[in-house]
């Protein structure tokens, strides 16, 4: 499956992606655009306008976090298992910080 990285160079979100590709040695394509100018054809496959996405043939993956458990599930070895922290619960510590910190509101109670 051909996968093709949607990438702003000065994005730590899209490096996130970017190690993981590299790490786990996964052959893919970057194609850069600039978030705050997008072509077209980024508009059309990208509903909130945000980089990284992840192009996995016809198919497209948002969300940094989302791409890095899609590539886990998918090229060995399994980076996430067994717990890198040493207990599971500490593993899934991250997923809350960054479902928060994703709305850009932390810890605030607004964050939704
Ligand atoms: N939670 C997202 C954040 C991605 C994000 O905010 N990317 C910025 C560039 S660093 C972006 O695309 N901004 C354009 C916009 O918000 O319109 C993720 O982890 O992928």
């Given at each position: ?98 479902h928060y ?12």
């Amino acid at each position: 499956m051909r996968l093709e990285l949607v990438s702003f160079v000065l994005c730590p979100f899209v490096q996130r992606a970017v190690i993981a590709l590299r790490e786990m040695g996964v052959a893919h394509a970057v194609t850069d655009i600039d978030p705050d100018d997008p072509p077209d054809w980024f508009r059309a496959i990208s509903p909130f306008g945000k980089v990284p996405l992840l192009r996995v043939g016809e198919a497209v993956l948002l969300e940094s976090a989302i791409i890095n458990e899609y590539l886990d599930e998918v090229y060995p070895p399994r980076l996430a298992r067994p717990s890198a922290a040493g207990s599971v619960v500490e593993d899934f510590r991250p997923r809350f910080l960054e479902h928060y910190g994703g709305k850009g509101g932390w810890l605030s109670k607004d964050a939704g």
